[in-house]
């Protein structure tokens, strides 16, 4: 005789966080988090690994700012497994216990400017860490440094002006330095306003190297805008090993160079955007050591503009200036190129990862924010990438606006012992089916607190 079993169930909006959630565990990223974060008084309420997840889960469903949070709590409850943190508590904790001093530096010795920096290396070690711990980073493999800066605008009590306009106005915010590998944020360091791109670059790098070394990361080849071109800092990579591909300034004189010796070519290019290249190699001296110079590869090239001015096409001049000696010259015009797809990661962090709405009032404390932010990306990237060729429309960089819609907003009834039923059963049948397959686990399903 069939014995029928009352259980209890809860209706849900998020269905698809059920087997997020079960990845999660499945793949021990609590456990992972309690290892590496320093551990709490045990009459604490809430652990750091507790924090990261409610972010993590806010950031999912779409919570645009950390208060947004409060208007999720039933949802985040059953898979956190406890009452989820008030926005207030998650800003205390962050604020006391995982926020680092700031340093202040001067631009240079006769500027009266200070500029405030803020590294926060144990949390960047656990950034780190968790790409590769999530696979989204092999270190198996040599890889590319990409670093740039970007601006973030908020008027918040100790942020600065920056160089850049809003119409007339001057942005006033921040503009942390970030690593970037295989468009994985790997190191952010947390700089005002006032502090140039091109500020303490040689300091920034090595930092980020030593950090990287550490954790077993290999770096052979470096990517920058024009931030980066000074001439210490290509010596300093140039000494480490490190192949560096930068966009040089001021190569007026380098293209009337190529012009008054012929040296324009065509061969081998497809239909696109590039008309004309060369090459030439251009020394540069060394600070401080008399005579003595390094030659260096300028590659340049024109390429026409998707623009019009009265009608007309325009083109533009580029030049990059590297040492590598064997790459083809198109090849490395490619290369460089694909940086671009590189500072798309910017546009994921700002639009749907909160980076745009920093919560506190202090430079340090934003820091702080922003990399745990950075920890949550990397989440995504990971479970993104499992789903990724087997969820239609699905792909490896699809962003979290479509991924919300096709993966999580998927409403449903959670039973007592850990059954997902979809509302719409036809619809979502062979969503649910994959994401049981490769998130969930049929075997032993997770139970949640009811």
Not at 87 to 112: I, M, N, W, Y
Not at 163 to 171: L, P, T
Not at 184 to 189: E, L, N, R
Request: glycine share 6%; proline share 5%; with cysteine.
């Amino acid at each position: 005789m069939t014995k029928l079993r009352k259980e209890r169930r809860l209706d849900k909006r998020f269905g698809g966080l059920f087997y997020l959630s079960q990845h999660l565990q499945r793949t021990k990223i609590p456990e992972f988090f309690d290892k590496w974060l320093p551990s709490r008084v045990p009459q604490a309420k809430y652990t750091f690994t507790d924090l990261i997840l409610n972010l993590y889960f806010n950031v999912l469903v779409g919570s645009t700012r950390l208060t947004h949070g409060q208007y999720n709590y039933d949802e985040i409850e059953t898979y956190l497994g406890k009452k989820p943190p008030s926005p207030e508590s998650v800003s205390a904790v962050l604020r006391d216990h995982l926020t680092v001093p700031s340093d202040f530096k001067k631009g240079s010795k006769s500027s009266h400017i200070h500029h405030e920096i803020n590294h926060n290396a144990p949390l960047n070690d656990l950034l780190i860490r968790t790409a590769v711990k999530t696979g989204v980073i092999n270190p198996r493999f040599d890889h590319t440094l990409d670093m740039d800066a970007t601006i973030i605008p908020a008027n918040k009590r100790d942020a600065e002006y920056t160089y850049e306009k809003s119409g007339k106005d001057v942005i006033r915010g921040y503009q942390p330095m970030v690593a970037i590998i295989d468009r994985m944020p790997v190191y952010v360091i947390g700089r005002n306003g006032n502090c140039p791109a091109s500020a303490f670059m040689i300091d920034h790098t090595e930092l980020v190297l030593k950090a990287l070394n550490r954790n077993g990361i290999n770096v052979t080849k470096f990517r920058a805008d024009s931030a980066a071109y000074n001439r210490n800092f290509m010596h300093f990579l140039h000494e480490k090993g490190i192949n560096f591909y930068i966009r040089a300034k001021h190569i007026g004189k380098y293209f009337q160079q190529i012009h008054d010796l012929d040296l324009w070519s065509r061969k081998g290019l497809k239909q696109g955007s590039l008309t004309q290249y060369a090459e030439i190699d251009i020394p540069i001296p060394k600070r401080g050591d008399e005579g003595r110079v390094e030659l260096y590869r300028l590659v340049c090239f024109t390429a026409r503009s998707n623009s019009r001015k009265h009608g007309k096409v325009r083109y533009s001049d580029y030049a990059i200036i590297t040492n590598d000696w064997d790459m083809p010259i198109l090849n490395v015009i490619e290369f460089y190129n694909r940086r671009g797809a590189e500072e798309l990661l910017f546009r994921d962090l700002k639009n749907h990862f909160n980076w745009s709405s920093v919560p506190h009032s202090y430079l340090k404390e934003n820091t702080t924010y922003l990399i745990l932010t950075s920890i949550c990306y990397v989440l995504y990237s990971m479970q993104r990438n499992v789903l990724s060729g087997r969820v239609h429309g699905v792909k490896k960089w699809t962003g979290l606006g479509k991924f919300r819609r096709k993966i999580i907003e998927i409403p449903g009834s959670l039973f007592e012992s850990g059954l997902f039923i979809p509302s719409h059963r036809h619809t979502h049948a062979k969503i649910i089916s994959v994401l049981k397959r490769f998130l969930g686990n049929p075997g032993n399903p997770l139970k949640f607190d009811f």
